[in-house]
């Protein structure tokens, strides 16, 4: 659906819950405070700065679907770069204005911005609508997995009310013209380099922290650390999980400090055996607990072995009884009985494997996917624009009515090649 006057498209379960959910897993295990009061966010360079960027895997083939579905409904295919990928979720207060999204001379470069919701409106938050100043539909009340596109000068001046409830979590793209702003470039080089000190892998790669000061809420507090807390403490504690140290401090910052050492969690009377290397570890593993109690027991089977490759203690050993009794601890209760029989085959087959594989390696080979995936889609581009140098001729007022013809024809024929070589490299669907 799409309002011709004011260029905007909507698309209805764009996603899948399955990935709806995973995305929001990565953003609440690794999310920083945001750029508004009571916003969150987590960006693909915050990712790979802090040693998680296998978690961006999820996110590569998502975003070159969502700027294919920009390219063809607003006529500009091949055109477009990423300039900003980010997960956000909006918190109980957080509001904005009327505006567009190139109202500032620094967001000039900004054509087109999509928003893919990862929850849903009345469901999961309350109030954070979407409302138009101008044209239908005036207003957007999502679902998990819609997506909302639209051209980000003054024909979609926007807002979003106050939310009421819950948390509204995105995955936000700007969309640009302008190569110079390439999103991609930058990620290459960063996973380049990231590439080249991982190999040979260093010895762990477990997430490691970045400043205290971008987990501390309210920002304004960060300076002194004296009221607020750290949000990673804060989403372990919606889990009902308190930290425990082996180490004594009084100041609050030496407490943030030894966030950066290794700790465990309690929960209740009850000190849980895991050692975690750092409270950033310890928040992603109880993230993905949570996410995967709720999904398909096909999917967990699947999953189960990504975790018992993971997260490994912290001396580099495989310890299946303490990680079997995690899980267990982590619901409260034991695993369900149809999930107990996918624990158990898993350690039973795959025992052997999993005590001579590490996660070091799967963040590696996670590592050069990436890598490589995003390479290639950036040589098929160049290759593209190359092939695309005769495109002004279709719309040439000199062209003949047999060359414009042909070269529709042309044009056609290479999209569809060109999207054959991105589905076969894995980066479009």
């Not at 190999?199 to 607020?228: K, L, R, T």
């Not at 570890?281 to 699947?302: D, N, T």
Request: aromatic share 10%; net charge neutral.
């Amino acid at each position: 659906m799409a309002d011709s006057d004011h260029r905007r498209l909507i698309l209805r379960n764009f996603l899948s819950q399955q990935l709806c959910k995973e995305l929001e897993f990565i953003h609440k295990s690794c999310c920083t405070v945001g750029y508004r009061p009571n916003v969150f966010s987590t960006t693909l360079s915050h990712l790979i700065a802090t040693n998680s960027a296998q978690l961006v895997m999820p996110l590569v083939s998502i975003r070159e679907r969502l700027k294919e579905k920009a390219e063809e409904h607003f006529g500009c295919e091949y055109e477009l770069f990423i300039e900003f990928t980010g997960l956000i979720s909006w918190c109980k207060g957080a509001s904005i204005g009327w505006h567009s999204d190139d109202n500032r001379e620094y967001l000039k470069q900004r054509d087109f911005a999509v928003v893919c919701y990862l929850n849903s409106y009345e469901i999961d938050f309350k109030g954070g609508l979407f409302h138009f100043q101008d044209g239908e539909p005036s207003t957007f009340a999502p679902m998990a997995g819609d997506v909302l596109i639209y051209t980000a000068d003054n024909k979609n001046i926007h807002c979003v009310s106050e939310i009421t409830e819950g948390e509204r979590t995105t995955l936000t793209l700007w969309l640009t013209r302008d190569a110079s702003h390439d999103e991609d470039a930058k990620l290459v080089k960063s996973l380049s380099d990231c590439w080249v000190v991982n190999n040979p892998p260093i010895a762990s790669c477990y997430p490691v922290e970045a400043s205290n000061s971008m987990y501390w809420y309210p920002p304004e507090e960060a300076s002194v650390f004296q009221s607020g807390f750290d949000i990673r403490c804060g989403r372990l504690h919606v889990f009902g999980f308190d930290i425990y140290s082996e180490c004594c401090c009084s100041s609050s910052n030496n407490l943030l400090e030894l966030l950066k050492e290794p700790l465990r969690l309690a929960r209740g009377d009850e000190l849980l055996p895991w050692k975690f290397v750092n409270i950033f570890h310890a928040l992603q593993a109880v993230q993905f607990y949570y996410w995967m109690k709720g999904s398909k027991e096909k999917r967990i089977s699947r999953m189960m072995r990504i975790i018992f490759t993971h997260f490994l203690d912290i001396d580099g050993a495989c310890n299946l009884t303490n990680l079997v009794f995690l899980l267990h601890s982590l619901s409260g209760k034991l695993i369900l009985p149809s999930v107990q029989t996918h624990v158990k085959q898993i350690i039973d087959r795959d025992v052997t494997a999993i005590l001579i594989l590490s996660w070091m390696h799967l963040s590696g080979a996670r590592l050069a996917n990436i890598l490589s995936s995003m390479m290639k889609r950036k040589t098929a581009q160049a290759a593209l624009s190359r092939m695309f140098m005769f495109k002004g001729q279709i719309n040439s007022k000199e062209s003949n009515s047999i060359n414009h013809f042909n070269a529709k024809i042309l044009h056609r024929k290479t999209i569809l090649i060109i999207r054959a070589l991105l589905i076969a490299i894995g980066v479009a669907r």
